[in-house]
């Protein structure tokens, strides 16, 4: 996941008048500034637990007798992060980035439930900056003694995008009032831990998000045909994302035709503006309500429920958790969550011609029918995909090929395409990217 730090939200001539009346960072003999005890800290107080910072607190408060005892376990505990974690370089300052990026503070978790830190937070926090900020300019073999820690190569580099992020935003910051800056910056446009981390996510059997490793990035104009209903898909969202009501949306129609592609389009267009998407089966839809309350304490953020190839059997009963909890049940659906399913069926619950049976009371008839309409109801926008035309199945592939660098004559691309079409089970969306896959093994064949 590739993340660009956003312009900056909080403005570093806040917190330097926050700090203009304090005492200066203390400088070491050699001009450096001087690394203090950070057991001093308050809103990044859980750090003290961290093994790596105990062993570096030791190094610095152990007797000489025990100091070379204290400087080998530090090494150790940073090692082995820098192995676990995959940090290069400078792996002390990369680890306290790491720290921040999982934001286990209390300004973190203000930032995820609110979305700002009033002054007082912002106080606390630059002078919880000034303990760590000299810990930032240092190399590990200052406190360790081993310079092997200096400029570190892991086996295995993870490149995590949020140290990233990081690391290029702190390279402009040389105090630590601008470094409280671009942290909270950090926090605003992107969130701590996981949220930041991943865009999209799913559901573990005991309700926690995991994220997904190599969530697909598309690009909406990609995207070819459908014009109608991608404006309106893309309306929606774009309401959504800025804070307005929006919309729980059906997608339905033929398969293939890219209706979950759209809605992954989106996340990738709009996560830099908070967007996330979690995914759940079916089967999950149980604990839809906690989950429901879960994302919607987190005001940061907003939230897709992607609910894929949704569909019920006939006396199945878990539909009946979705809408409850899209209308119905006594807790409201949160402002920050929206609903987006596709379905191949149009009313999502499957009708027999035993349903429709004359025989039956027409009263029983009746609520059978409303029952089976009553879920696709709760979405406000529902939006239908036809299989595509030949020219626009065409297109696809013709779009699919130029981005691989082929331009193939409309003669042979419509030749091939109506082969590959005729020799598989329709036309669709999924149908031209398995031919253009299969063009580009087999072209020179």
């Avoid at 050699?30 to 308050?42: N, P």
Wanted: negative net charge.
């Amino acid at each position: 996941m590739v993340i660009c730090f956003l312009t900056a939200v909080h403005s570093g001539s806040i917190i330097a008048q926050i700090l203009r009346t304090s005492k200066a960072v203390p400088q070491g003999g050699d001009g450096s500034m001087k690394c203090e005890s950070l057991r001093g800290l308050v809103v990044c107080r859980d750090f003290l637990k961290d093994p790596v910072i105990k062993a570096l607190m030791d190094v610095q408060e152990d007797t000489d007798q025990e100091a070379s005892f204290s400087r080998r376990a530090g090494a150790a505990a940073l090692l082995e992060a820098a192995e676990r974690l995959g940090l290069q370089g400078n792996v002390l300052r990369q680890y306290f980035l790491y720290l921040f990026s999982e934001g286990r503070t209390v300004a973190a978790d203000v930032m995820e439930r609110v979305g700002t830190a009033g002054t007082g937070l912002t106080r606390a926090l630059a002078f919880d900056m000034k303990l760590i900020f000299p810990y930032l300019q240092r190399q590990p073999s200052d406190f360790f003694d081993i310079e092997y820690l200096d400029d570190y190569e892991p086996a295995s580099v993870t490149n995590d995008a949020c140290i990233r992020s990081l690391e290029k935003a702190f390279q402009g910051a040389d105090t630590p009032e601008k470094a409280t800056a671009v942290l909270l910056d950090y926090y605003a446009a992107f969130g701590r831990g996981k949220l930041a981390r991943f865009m999209a996510f799913r559901l573990s059997d005991d309700g926690q998000l995991i994220g997904i490793e190599n969530f697909p990035h598309l690009d909406w104009n990609d995207l070819i045909g459908y014009a109608a209903q991608k404006e309106k898909l893309m309306a929606n969202t774009a309401a959504f994302v800025s804070g307005k009501e929006a919309n729980n949306v059906l997608l339905t129609g033929s398969r293939g035709t890219g209706k979950s592609t759209a809605v992954k389009a989106l996340v990738s267009r709009y996560h830099e503006q908070g967007l996330r998407l979690v995914q759940l089966q079916r089967d999950q839809l149980q604990g839809l309500q906690p989950l429901m309350e879960k994302l919607g304490a987190i005001g940061s953020k907003r939230f897709i429920l992607f609910l894929d190839d949704l569909s019920f059997d006939e006396n199945e009963a878990s539909y009946k958790y979705l809408k409850s909890a899209m209308d119905g049940g006594v807790t409201p659906q949160p402002q920050n969550v929206v609903i987006y399913a596709t379905s191949n069926r149009r009313h999502l619950l499957k009708e027999t011609w035993h349903d429709r049976n004359d025989e039956w009371e027409e009263v029983y008839r009746d609520d059978n029918t409303n029952e089976a309409i009553s879920l696709s109801d709760r979405f406000g926008l529902i939006l239908h995909y036809a299989a595509p035309t030949q020219d626009e199945y065409l297109e696809i592939i013709g779009h699919e090929l130029k981005k691989a660098g082929i331009d193939l004559a409309p003669e042979k691309l419509r030749i091939e395409g109506l082969r590959w079409e005729m020799e598989h089970s329709g036309r669709n969306g999924r149908i031209a990217q398995q031919f253009v896959k299969w063009y580009l093994n087999n072209r020179d064949s």
